[in-house]
């Protein structure tokens, strides 16, 4: 029905005034329209470049944070030859704490990584076992270590390796100096170390830190 017909019978039958006549409706053809994709893409273009900034953020802070933490708190180092076997194995992996000696002194028995300060081998950074402290006297003679002259028990010893002809060089009766520490591998025979006159005692500057745990190959993960 035409909306002019239907006002007509409406006046007719209810009486109404003739001369108002009905608000003109809206179809929905006649509504205007938004193009969703003129306002969503400029949008999620924006999205997307925060989302980008965003990750670039986190990227940046992440590697700034593991190269903190390699520098001055925790560093992986891989073990290279045959002088600690008995407790590691050439390839194990093991994570050094680097803050251990910033907030104690060395103990008896540390697994410590060392720089080579007089630069008597190629390979520069070096494991060994602090075996003697400062103001101790240190000998080493017949696969026996003395400290103080009381013969010490080392229970990390392979007798396999550490055993009559496989003693490696004897240490005559030596003090170790103020602010150094005397070491050694637990491959007495196989172990350049502060016997040896180019390694000698260690001073505490040079001790990058102390070996806690190995970690790689995973069949070998155990603390130290």
Avoid at 73 to 98: E, P
Wanted: proline content about 5%.
């Amino acid at each position: 029905m035409a909306a002019d017909d239907w006002w007509t019978q409406a006046v007719d039958q209810f009486g109404l005034d003739a001369s108002l006549e009905p608000s003109p409706t809206l179809s929905p053809a006649s509504t205007s329209s938004v193009d969703t994709n003129e306002v969503s893409q400029p949008a999620r273009r924006r999205r997307g470049r925060r989302l980008g900034v965003e990750w670039l953020i986190i990227a940046v802070c992440a590697m700034g944070s593991a190269l903190l933490l390699r520098t001055f708190v925790i560093q992986q180092f891989a073990v290279s030859g045959a002088s600690m076997l008995g407790t590691l194995h050439s390839g194990d992996r093991v994570i050094v704490n680097k803050l251990s000696y910033q907030a104690h002194d060395p103990r008896h028995g540390d697994i410590v990584v060392l720089e080579d300060t007089n630069e008597a081998l190629e390979v520069h950074d070096l494991i060994k076992r602090v075996v003697a402290l400062p103001g101790e006297t240190i000998e080493y003679r017949d696969c026996q270590l003395f400290i103080d002259g009381d013969q010490i028990t080392e229970p990390y010893l392979d007798p396999v390796l550490v055993g009559r002809d496989h003693c490696g060089a004897s240490q005559t009766l030596v003090e170790v100096r103020t602010g150094h520490v005397f070491v050694m591998g637990d491959n007495r025979a196989a172990s350049l170390d502060s016997r040896t006159p180019a390694i000698g005692q260690v001073p505490y500057d040079h001790l990058i830190g102390r070996a806690f745990v190995v970690v790689w190959p995973t069949s070998d993960w155990r603390w130290l």
